[in-house]
């Protein structure tokens, strides 16, 4: 019963280490894939990231909270 425990804690261990390997990977990933496509604008409210691309007529867009401007 000791071993199977053992055994299970270290596949858990495992495991979890290669997802955050992925995962760390993944976000340095898309911080390069970003970086330098937006702006910082400082209001009285705090700060605002903001992307402007294209030519054509503009729009606002505004996604949820939580993320930044590449989430919309």
């Known amino acids: 019963m000791k071993r199977a425990t053992a055994l299970a804690i270290a596949a858990l261990l495992g495991t979890g280490t290669l997802v955050w390997f992925a995962f760390s990977r993944d976000i340095e990933e898309a911080k390069r894939r ?3 496509r937006s702006a910082v604008l400082v209001t009285s409210f705090g700060q605002l990231e903001y992307a402007s691309v294209g030519t054509r007529r ?15």
């Open 34 to 36: 970003t970086e330098g």
């Open 58 to 72: 503009p729009m606002l867009m505004i996604h949820g909270t939580g993320g930044g401007f590449d989430q919309g």
